[in-house]
């Protein structure tokens, strides 16, 4: 098992590449159509992520465990981002990323319906202020580009990303993560192929600009090849729960990444919204917090 401190330093790589990804997304489709941007993503994803494969001389195994758990991973890609990047229509980097915060709620959410998991008080009064942050946030108006219809998409893009993170810890295949996050790679390539037909009349006739192609290749090389090797390095070895703590950490970082490098506008109601949200996501996470005070008090303690 990995230390604490190689960790601690995953969890927060993926923390700052998860906080500019979404503002990367919305570059990436300045010039591209939404669902071209990401089929591209993944197809110039591939050929990389098999080279770091052989140079690391990672294991692939192919039985029917590790079949199963590319195709679960591989619903945290491309089943999650193709609403994302739908959403790119009517929402913000900084708003996107936000939604992404709601993940440990609807990862509480699956945990109580389908694994029977209990939910204290406090999270039940987290997920009422929270999703009247939402609300408040959606009271900012189209004209601030905060639309009902991209608010839809990212739940549900939020809902796959946290069933994904159920659904590999569940299959629990003994993958190194760079056969994971590769595995799930070629599932997504193959799943954004079969898009094609579909999408083939909005193909790109021209090179893009240089903000879609910087915003394309920071979402292969970081976003699709470093961030996803470091998930899946967490998915094995931390709590779904504690995973999902990161998309609590990274709204207010890309609200601020966008407004910096995107001039994207934040109105007090936005902000407002914003702060219930993620007062409601830290109340959510009270009695874990307080928890893990008292333990680390208590072993301080013993020493």
Not at 129 to 153: E, F, K, M, W, Y
Not at 172 to 180: D, E, F, H, S, V
Request: aromatic share 12%; proline share 4%.
């Amino acid at each position: 098992m990995p230390s604490k401190l190689n960790l601690i330093s995953t969890y927060a790589l993926l923390v700052f590449i998860w906080a500019t990804t979404p503002l990367a997304i919305v570059w990436s489709v300045t010039d591209l159509h939404s669902l071209w941007a990401l089929a591209l993503r993944f197809f110039i994803a591939l050929p990389l992520a098999v080279i770091l494969l052989l140079i690391v001389r990672a294991k692939f195994p192919v039985n029917a465990q590790s079949l199963h758990s590319y195709v679960a991973g591989a619903f945290s890609f491309i089943g999650s981002q193709i609403f994302t990047y739908l959403a790119t229509a009517y929402l913000s980097s900084g708003i996107i990323a936000l939604m992404f915060g709601l993940a440990p709620i609807i990862t509480g959410l699956i945990g109580y319906f389908a694994f029977k998991i209990r939910l204290h008080r406090m999270q039940w009064l987290g997920m009422l202020i929270a999703v009247s942050g939402l609300g408040i946030i959606c009271l900012g108006g189209s004209q601030q580009h905060v639309q009902p219809q991209g608010i839809a998409l990212m739940l549900l893009s939020v809902f796959i990303y946290c069933a994904s993170i159920f659904w590999v810890k569940k299959v629990n295949a003994p993958l190194q993560p760079m056969a994971q996050a590769t595995g799930s790679i070629i599932v997504s390539a193959l799943f954004a192929a079969c898009m094609l037909p579909f999408i083939w009349p909005y193909a790109p006739v021209e090179m893009p600009g240089a903000k879609s192609l910087i915003g394309l290749g920071y979402a292969v090389v970081m976003a699709s090849l470093v961030a996803m090797f470091c998930y899946f390095k967490l998915v094995k070895n931390i709590k779904a729960a504690t995973l999902s703590l990161t998309t609590v950490l990274t709204p207010m970082i890309a609200m601020a990444v966008g407004a910096l490098l995107n001039d994207e506008k934040v109105t007090m109601l936005v902000v407002a919204g914003a702060a219930v949200l993620l007062s409601g996501l830290f109340v959510y996470f009270y009695q874990d917090i307080k928890a893990s005070r008292a333990l680390a008090h208590k072993v301080k303690a013993e020493q």
